[in-house]
């Protein structure tokens, strides 16, 4: 007699050999299969069952309601094709990290739909719409990874958190020019979903806020090179009962962001890097800036 176990939300789906088999690993590859697919119909000439696959706001409504989930794994060979699976696997496995594989299964289902459905509503008022690709899709994971890590590093040392806003602004400009306005309605609709499903999961460093807090605190407290978030290892705005040693160590580790990245580096390695609270991802990267500032300071004697 044989058994099905369904694996715990952080494990993996299962393993082929020693390699780890996650749900995005199973998306990216369902990707890479259908778009293979595709380019040998289009070969043998039969690129109408391709077109039956595509979202077409007319073929729904006459009842062909398959369309609103095969549109997303409609797509031809290219080198854009193959950096947005990369893309997809690099920013899909920390989210699904962060969420577990059902509800990272949930999120990726409800980006589906929700394109459709909003295009839907624009044919319904007159203006039939099409779309293929899961383009905006996958702009959502990676809004959802820019969720979780804000200020991750990215190109030239830029913040996930603006890599974000540019990539938003120049696609939606490039869909504005091809006059696709109902894209970008999707675009930005799919963007704010995946955003608040991580708010709603506990990933609660703001997104923009940090920036604007930093400098008005330089107004009021200029004592002092390093600050964490409420709930965080030293918390800035500590109640005014703590006294004694207690106080002294928070005013030492303020102070110290040594101390901090040493006590979550421990962390990470022994219980992983989803063991962090959102507390905690800010309490490190503050640490990480406030070491990088402090050795860009220094001058040699």
């Given at each position: 007699?044989?058994?099905?176990?369904?694996?715990?939300?952080?494990?993996?789906?299962?393993?082929?050999?020693?390699?780890?088999?996650?749900?995005?690993?199973?998306?990216?590859?369902?990707?890479?299969?259908?778009m293979i697919v595709a380019a040998l119909l289009l070969a043998a000439g039969h690129g109408a069952l391709i077109d039956a696959l595509a979202y077409s706001s007319v073929a729904v409504?006459?009842?062909?309601?398959?369309?609103?989930?095969?549109?997303?794994?409609?797509?031809?060979?290219?080198?854009?094709?193959?950096?947005?699976?990369?893309?997809?696997?690099?920013?899909?496995?920390?989210?699904?990290?962060?969420?577990?594989?059902?509800?990272?299964?949930?999120?990726?289902?409800?980006?589906?739909?929700?394109?459709?459905?909003?295009?839907?509503?624009?044919?319904?008022?007159?203006?039939?719409?099409?779309?293929?690709?899961?383009?905006?899709?996958?702009?959502?994971?990676?809004?959802?990874?820019?969720?979780?890590?804000?200020?991750?590093?990215?190109?030239?040392?830029?913040?996930?958190?603006?890599?974000?806003?540019?990539?938003?602004?120049?696609?939606?400009?490039?869909?504005?020019?091809?006059?696709?306005?109902?894209?970008?309605?999707?675009?930005?609709?799919?963007?704010?979903?995946?955003?608040?499903?991580?708010?709603?999961?506990?990933?609660?460093?703001?997104?923009?806020?940090?920036?604007?807090?930093?400098?008005?605190?330089?107004?009021?407290?200029?004592?002092?090179?390093?600050?964490?978030?409420?709930?965080?290892?030293?918390?800035?705005?500590?109640?005014?009962?703590?006294?004694?040693?207690?106080?002294?160590?928070?005013?030492?580790?303020?102070?110290?962001?040594?101390?901090?990245?040493?006590?979550?580096?421990?962390?990470?390695?022994?219980?992983?890097?989803?063991?962090?609270?959102?507390?905690?991802?800010?309490s490190l990267e503050r640490a990480r800036q406030a070491i990088l500032a402090r050795t860009a300071g220094e001058t040699p004697r």
């Amino acid at each position: 007699m044989s058994a099905f176990i369904v694996p715990r939300a952080n494990d993996p789906l299962f393993y082929l050999g020693d390699f780890p088999v996650r749900l995005i690993t199973l998306l990216v590859g369902l990707h890479s299969a259908t778009m293979i697919v595709a380019a040998l119909l289009l070969a043998a000439g039969h690129g109408a069952l391709i077109d039956a696959l595509a979202y077409s706001s007319v073929a729904v409504a006459h009842g062909q309601v398959w369309r609103i989930l095969t549109y997303a794994f409609v797509a031809t060979p290219s080198i854009w094709f193959l950096f947005e699976m990369l893309m997809l696997y690099y920013f899909g496995r920390e989210v699904e990290n962060g969420l577990g594989w059902r509800r990272f299964g949930i999120l990726y289902a409800g980006l589906l739909l929700l394109g459709p459905m909003l295009l839907q509503g624009f044919a319904y008022a007159g203006i039939p719409q099409s779309s293929v690709g899961s383009q905006e899709v996958n702009f959502a994971v990676f809004a959802a990874f820019v969720a979780m890590h804000p200020g991750a590093q990215f190109f030239f040392g830029l913040a996930a958190r603006w890599v974000f806003v540019g990539l938003l602004a120049i696609s939606s400009l490039q869909m504005l020019a091809d006059h696709q306005s109902p894209r970008v309605l999707v675009l930005a609709c799919s963007s704010v979903l995946a955003i608040q499903l991580m708010r709603r999961s506990g990933f609660e460093e703001p997104l923009f806020g940090w920036s604007f807090s930093l400098s008005f605190q330089s107004f009021k407290k200029r004592h002092g090179s390093f600050d964490v978030l409420n709930g965080g290892l030293a918390s800035s705005n500590q109640k005014s009962t703590t006294k004694g040693m207690g106080a002294m160590a928070s005013n030492r580790e303020a102070i110290n962001p040594e101390t901090v990245m040493d006590r979550l580096l421990e962390k990470i390695s022994s219980k992983g890097m989803t063991s962090l609270t959102a507390a905690e991802r800010s309490s490190l990267e503050r640490a990480r800036q406030a070491i990088l500032a402090r050795t860009a300071g220094e001058t040699p004697r």
